[in-house]
């Protein structure tokens, strides 16, 4: 909380002295930008339900019952698959991961889980693809499924 404070008194500081120095630029900036965010918003909305709906009906039970420590492979499968749907912050994704390891998920699992949320998402493949162009959206999301992959494998070696 205290963080998102401080950057929006840096931004509102930051925005006075632009708006100081040249009023019409500032203007266009501020245009420019609210155009940007009323084209990304409904993406942005739809990903946010997603995620709403996933949190709501995947809970930390029902994970760990599918991601526990005696799962091995098949638990860091299933933890990339579900990790891989949508883009989750890391303040939900991390209390996440403390909640499934405290209900018996294993730590290669929950690693999986926790870097796919945060780094790959199928349901935001869209809006990438918009912003970004085709190629590099799928290649960033495969590039973040492997590097969780190794990111598993390195857990499992030194953690287990």
Do not use: C
Not at 35 to 50: E, K
Not at 79 to 106: D, Q, R, Y
């Amino acid at each position: 909380m205290i963080n998102g404070v401080i950057l929006y008194a840096i931004a509102l500081v930051l925005l006075s002295i632009s708006y100081t120095k040249d009023r019409q630029k500032t203007k266009g900036a501020l245009l420019k930008a609210w155009n940007m965010f009323r084209n990304v918003l409904p993406d942005v909305l739809a990903i946010m339900l997603f995620v709403g709906l996933s949190l709501s009906i995947l809970t930390p039970s029902f994970i760990s019952s599918m991601v526990g420590e005696q799962s091995g492979i098949m638990g860091v499968i299933y933890s990339s698959f579900i990790g891989s749907i949508a883009l989750i912050p890391s303040f939900v994704v991390f209390p996440l991961g403390a909640a499934l390891v405290h209900n018996g998920a294993g730590l290669p699992q929950v690693a999986t889980l926790m870097s796919t949320l945060m780094a790959v998402g199928i349901t935001s493949i869209p809006m990438e693809q918009k912003m970004f162009g085709r190629s590099f959206a799928y290649s960033r999301n495969a590039s973040a499924l492997v590097m969780s992959l190794l990111f598993s494998l390195i857990v499992w070696v030194v953690m287990t």
